[in-house]
Protein backbone atom coordinates (compact mmCIF):
# COMPACT_ATOMS: atom_id res chain seq x y z
CA UNK A 1 0.00 0.00 0.00
CA UNK A 2 2.83 2.39 1.04
CA UNK A 3 4.33 1.56 -2.67
CA UNK A 4 1.27 2.50 -4.41
CA UNK A 5 0.41 6.01 -2.67
CA UNK A 6 4.47 6.92 -3.65
CA UNK A 7 3.92 5.82 -6.70
CA UNK A 8 0.52 8.03 -7.01
CA UNK A 9 2.18 10.86 -5.69
CA UNK A 10 5.15 10.14 -8.01
CA UNK A 11 3.97 9.88 -11.65
CA UNK A 12 2.28 12.21 -13.68
CA UNK A 13 1.14 9.13 -16.19
CA UNK A 14 -3.03 8.58 -15.90
CA UNK A 15 -2.65 5.08 -16.98
CA UNK A 16 -0.33 4.48 -13.72
CA UNK A 17 -2.25 6.65 -11.78
CA UNK A 18 -5.44 5.14 -12.74
CA UNK A 19 -4.47 1.50 -12.38
CA UNK A 20 -2.75 2.50 -8.36
CA UNK A 21 -6.14 3.90 -7.46
CA UNK A 22 -8.04 1.06 -9.13
CA UNK A 23 -5.97 -1.32 -6.74
CA UNK A 24 -6.16 1.07 -3.57
CA UNK A 25 -9.65 1.06 -4.39
CA UNK A 26 -9.48 -2.84 -4.02
CA UNK A 27 -7.93 -2.58 -0.94
CA UNK A 28 -9.59 -0.71 0.64
CA UNK A 29 -12.33 -2.99 0.89
CA UNK A 30 -10.95 -4.73 3.77
CA UNK A 31 -11.37 -2.08 6.96
CA UNK A 32 -7.75 -2.74 8.29
CA UNK A 33 -6.30 -1.50 4.92
CA UNK A 34 -8.45 1.45 5.00
CA UNK A 35 -6.86 2.70 8.37
CA UNK A 36 -3.28 1.82 6.85
CA UNK A 37 -4.09 3.62 3.66
CA UNK A 38 -5.11 6.64 6.54
CA UNK A 39 -1.96 6.28 7.99
CA UNK A 40 0.21 6.66 5.35
CA UNK A 41 -1.81 10.03 4.32
CA UNK A 42 -3.40 8.35 1.42
CA UNK A 43 -6.66 10.17 1.77
CA UNK A 44 -5.33 13.55 1.10
CA UNK A 45 -3.04 12.11 -1.83
CA UNK A 46 -5.73 9.91 -3.26
CA UNK A 47 -7.85 13.63 -3.04
CA UNK A 48 -5.69 15.63 -4.45
CA UNK A 49 -6.21 13.24 -7.81
CA UNK A 50 -9.35 15.01 -7.73
CA UNK A 51 -8.03 17.84 -9.48
CA UNK A 52 -6.62 15.85 -11.91
CA UNK A 53 -7.99 16.95 -15.66
CA UNK A 54 -8.39 13.48 -16.80
CA UNK A 55 -11.84 12.35 -15.81
CA UNK A 56 -11.09 8.31 -15.55
CA UNK A 57 -8.45 9.27 -12.90
CA UNK A 58 -10.85 11.53 -10.98
CA UNK A 59 -13.29 8.91 -11.40
CA UNK A 60 -10.89 6.31 -10.02
CA UNK A 61 -9.96 8.61 -7.26
CA UNK A 62 -13.83 9.23 -6.55
CA UNK A 63 -14.47 5.11 -6.45
CA UNK A 64 -11.17 4.82 -3.98
CA UNK A 65 -12.77 7.41 -1.54
CA UNK A 66 -16.17 6.02 -1.58
CA UNK A 67 -14.23 2.79 -0.44
CA UNK A 68 -12.17 4.35 2.20
CA UNK A 69 -15.27 6.39 3.03
CA UNK A 70 -17.09 3.83 5.09
CA UNK A 71 -14.98 4.26 8.38
CA UNK A 72 -15.71 7.36 10.32
CA UNK A 73 -12.25 8.37 11.00
CA UNK A 74 -11.51 8.64 7.38
CA UNK A 75 -14.64 10.23 6.83
CA UNK A 76 -13.39 12.83 9.09
CA UNK A 77 -10.36 13.20 6.81
CA UNK A 78 -12.31 13.20 3.43
CA UNK A 79 -15.27 15.64 4.48
CA UNK A 80 -12.68 18.19 3.36
CA UNK A 81 -13.63 17.34 -0.10
CA UNK A 82 -17.25 17.04 -0.24
CA UNK A 83 -17.70 20.42 -2.01
CA UNK A 84 -14.97 19.65 -4.81
CA UNK A 85 -16.78 16.04 -5.00
CA UNK A 86 -20.13 18.33 -5.33
CA UNK A 87 -18.46 20.80 -8.34
CA UNK A 88 -17.34 17.19 -9.98
CA UNK A 89 -21.03 16.12 -9.95
CA UNK A 90 -22.59 19.00 -11.38
CA UNK A 91 -19.88 19.65 -14.07
CA UNK A 92 -19.72 15.99 -15.17
CA UNK A 93 -21.14 14.98 -18.26
CA UNK A 94 -25.00 13.77 -17.41
CA UNK A 95 -24.64 9.98 -16.79
CA UNK A 96 -21.45 9.72 -16.93
CA UNK A 97 -19.13 7.13 -14.61
CA UNK A 98 -17.68 10.36 -13.19
CA UNK A 99 -20.77 11.57 -12.14
CA UNK A 100 -21.69 8.01 -10.64
CA UNK A 101 -18.62 8.03 -8.99
CA UNK A 102 -19.51 11.47 -6.77
CA UNK A 103 -23.07 10.33 -6.26
CA UNK A 104 -21.51 7.27 -4.65
CA UNK A 105 -18.91 9.04 -2.49
CA UNK A 106 -21.86 11.89 -1.43
CA UNK A 107 -24.34 8.94 -0.35
CA UNK A 108 -21.69 7.56 1.59
CA UNK A 109 -20.74 11.28 3.23
CA UNK A 110 -24.34 11.66 4.10
CA UNK A 111 -25.41 8.54 6.01
CA UNK A 112 -24.63 10.60 8.91
CA UNK A 113 -26.08 14.50 9.37
CA UNK A 114 -22.31 15.39 9.87
CA UNK A 115 -21.87 16.87 6.81
CA UNK A 116 -25.00 17.76 5.06
CA UNK A 117 -24.38 21.23 5.16
CA UNK A 118 -21.59 21.19 2.54
CA UNK A 119 -24.03 19.19 0.44
CA UNK A 120 -26.63 22.87 0.99
CA UNK A 121 -25.65 24.57 -2.44
CA UNK A 122 -25.74 21.22 -4.58
CA UNK A 123 -29.45 20.79 -3.69
CA UNK A 124 -30.88 22.28 -6.80
CA UNK A 125 -28.32 20.12 -9.16
CA UNK A 126 -30.12 16.94 -7.15
CA UNK A 127 -33.48 17.92 -7.99
CA UNK A 128 -32.16 18.37 -11.88
CA UNK A 129 -30.25 15.14 -11.71
CA UNK A 130 -33.11 13.28 -10.26
CA UNK A 131 -35.63 14.77 -13.32
CA UNK A 132 -32.94 14.34 -16.01
CA UNK A 133 -31.05 11.62 -14.97
CA UNK A 134 -31.21 8.10 -16.18
CA UNK A 135 -32.56 5.40 -13.68
CA UNK A 136 -28.67 4.72 -12.57
CA UNK A 137 -28.26 8.39 -12.07
CA UNK A 138 -32.08 8.78 -10.27
CA UNK A 139 -31.36 5.77 -7.66
CA UNK A 140 -28.09 7.29 -6.71
CA UNK A 141 -29.30 10.73 -6.11
CA UNK A 142 -32.64 9.77 -4.46
CA UNK A 143 -30.38 7.71 -2.17
CA UNK A 144 -28.15 11.27 -1.16
CA UNK A 145 -31.28 13.09 -0.92
CA UNK A 146 -33.11 10.66 1.60
CA UNK A 147 -30.30 10.64 3.17
CA UNK A 148 -30.24 14.79 3.54
CA UNK A 149 -33.94 14.49 4.17
CA UNK A 150 -33.64 12.38 7.06
CA UNK A 151 -32.14 15.53 8.74
CA UNK A 152 -34.64 18.04 10.42
CA UNK A 153 -31.78 20.46 9.64
CA UNK A 154 -32.39 20.24 5.90
CA UNK A 155 -35.83 20.56 5.51
CA UNK A 156 -35.90 24.05 4.94
CA UNK A 157 -32.81 23.88 2.23
CA UNK A 158 -34.48 21.09 0.22
CA UNK A 159 -38.54 22.60 0.52
CA UNK A 160 -36.47 25.77 -0.87
CA UNK A 161 -34.94 25.05 -3.50
CA UNK A 162 -34.39 26.38 -6.90
CA UNK A 163 -35.31 23.46 -9.41
Known amino acids: LQ??????????DPLIQEKALITLSNSAAFSVNQDIIRNLDGLSIIGGMLSNCVPKVKEK????LNNLSMNIKNQEEIQVYI?????NVESAPLNSDLQLAGL???TNMSVTSDYHHKMINSIPCFLHLLSE????????????LVNLSANPAMTRYLLRAQV
Not at 3 to 12: F, G, S, V, Y
Not at 61 to 64: F, G, K, M, V
Not at 133 to 144: N, P, Y
Open 61 to 64: ALNA
Open 3 to 12: KLIRLLQATD
Open 133 to 144: GSERTQIQVLKV
Open 83 to 87: TQVCR
Open 104 to 106: RLL
